[in-house]
């Protein structure tokens, strides 16, 4: 078994998690923002295994700015190993002492969330086989 290491983010995993998120989604993403916690990521015997980054967007239902997970990704020969379940705990640890009740994801796999006790925001706006889910925050 790998050793995995969940560390705070520094300038080349920053780098390198940003062209993997353009690789996979078509689209640049910000990996950085004063407004949101820095991102996190996954080490796996020292190399970049996996990440996620944070935005600011609206509450579901209100007009009020809070943290989202803007992008969680896995290199693909490790994902299935919980990697991704780590960054998650790790996101819901690190943006607990956020002056916010619930922290928020937009996804395409919510088994994923729903595994570790989100639960599926009813009746928010999403694109098909697309998923608004939360979890509180303590």
């Not at 940003?18 to 080490?43: G, K, M, Y």
């Not at 290199?75 to 690190?94: M, N, V, W, Y």
Request: charged letters at 20%; proline letters at 7%; aromatic letters at 10%.
């Amino acid at each position: 078994m790998k050793h995995v290491q969940i560390v705070e983010s520094s300038k080349p995993q920053c780098s390198q998690f940003r062209s993997w998120c353009i690789n996979e989604w078509s689209q640049d993403i910000v990996i950085s923002s004063p407004d949101v916690p820095q991102p996190i990521f996954a080490l796996c015997d020292g190399e970049l295994a996996g990440g996620m980054a944070f935005s600011l967007f609206e509450q579901p239902f209100t007009d009020k700015k809070v943290v989202w997970i803007n992008a969680l990704l896995v290199k693909p020969d490790c994902r299935g190993s919980g990697i991704g379940s780590k960054l998650i705990e790790e996101a819901t640890r690190q943006c607990g002492d956020l002056n916010q009740q619930h922290l928020y994801v937009y996804t395409n796999r919510p088994t994923l969330y729903t595994r570790l006790g989100w639960q599926t925001v009813p009746n928010a706006d999403a694109e098909p086989q697309h998923w608004v889910l939360c979890t509180a925050l303590s």
